[in-house]
């Protein structure tokens, strides 16, 4: 069974500081990674999603993310934060012929001026 | 870009009720979902709908629900008897679905309905 372990469930970093989101996953094959972002009272929205290739993915709003096959990861990064940027940030994973998405808990990021 | 549009964003009901909760998805989408997220804990998977059956369930998706496609537009997860464990953020959510494969699609969520169950 596929599962997705976000270590961090609230990060405060300041605007302009790097952000770095973890992810771990749980799958016996190579998994298809999403990462989404939630703002309040919003739906969940994509930021990027990798399945295979170049294992640095970028996505919308200046985010990317890493692929590491031997660490299970998948963690999500941003060079320079902005406060727009504070939310809520879910990892997933979809795995096999399955439909549905794994979430993980949710990392909230405060961003301070 | 195009929305899954739910209705309605809050519901509350009295335990013992029966509630709908509606979906509107992306019209040229195939491959439809229900997902909740109880307050403070993760988004779980509950249903995929595709080509008017379920594809693929989990335990949570136990007798008290069924979701069901009325028309050509709509699609909605029906609760029989709600319980107060049923309050959550129910999210819907479509994708394209092309010749009904999913695993490498984004998928596009609505904005939720917000369901309190007293």
Known sequence: ?????????????????SLELRCNYSYGATPYLFWY??????GLQL???YFSGDTLVQGIKGFE?????????????????????????FCAVRGGTASKLTFGTGTRLQVTL | EPEVTQTPSHQVTQMGQEVILRC???????????????LGQKVEFLVSFYN???SEKSEIFDDQFSVERPDGSNFTLKIRSTKLEDSAMYFC?????????????KLFFGSGTQLSVL
Request: glycine fraction near 4%; charged fraction near 20%.
């Open chain 2, 24 to 38: 509107v998805p992306i019209s040229n989408h195939l491959y439809f979902y229900w997902y909740r997220q109880i």
């Open chain 2, 93 to 105: 959510a479509s994708s394209e679905g092309v010749r009904g494969r999913t695993t490498n699609e």
């Open chain 1, 65 to 89: 993310a890493e692929f590491k096959r031997s660490q299970s990861s998948f963690n999500l990064r941003k060079p320079s934060v902005h406060w727009s940027d504070a939310a809520e940030y």
């Open chain 1, 47 to 49: 930021l990027l999603k």
């Open chain 1, 37 to 42: 972002v939630q703002s309040p009272g919003q």
């Open chain 2, 52 to 54: 008017n059956e379920i």
């Open chain 1, 1 to 17: 069974a596929q599962s997705v372990t976000q270590p961090d469930i609230h990060i405060t970093v300041s605007e302009g500081a």
